[in-house]
């Protein structure tokens, strides 16, 4: 059973950038397209970023495309989602999991989500 487990959050400035990692274990991640989502208090968790290992291919919900970069490494079993130019409003506690892209391109997650990492955007 891969495990994934996410690090790299903090305390940042507006305009700052983060680079969050994705790390799996139990097993490897070309099987999978890997998504990032995010949950910020109060609301519900939404999609940010995906990345399927056939291109590869990336994914990016609207409010982040141009600013946050999602790649990933399969030899070290490994997705980053760097992010830049980052806004108070992308505060929030980020996760990724493991899942798929439909044909819409919308990702799905197959399993249940981990304990994500806190990005905090300070204007």
């Known amino acids: 059973q891969v495990q994934l487990v996410e690090s790299g959050g903090g305390l940042v400035q507006a305009g700052g950038s983060l680079r969050l990692s994705c790390v799996a274990s139990?097993?490897?991640?070309?099987?999978?397209?890997i998504g990032w989502l995010r949950q910020a208090p109060g609301k519900e968790r939404e999609f940010v970023a995906a990345i399927t290992w056939s291109g590869p291919t990336t994914y990016y919900a609207d409010s982040v495309k141009g600013r946050f970069t999602i790649s990933g490494d399969n030899a070290k079993n490994t997705v980053w989602l760097q992010m830049d130019s980052l806004k108070p409003e992308d505060t929030a506690v980020y996760y990724c999991?493991?899942?798929?892209?439909?044909?819409?391109?919308?990702?799905?997650?197959?399993?249940?989500w981990g304990q994500g990492t806190q990005v905090t955007v300070s204007s």
């Open positions: 139990g097993g490897t991640l070309n099987k999978y397209a």
């Open positions: 999991n493991k899942g798929g892209v439909d044909y819409r391109g919308t990702f799905y997650a197959y399993s249940g």
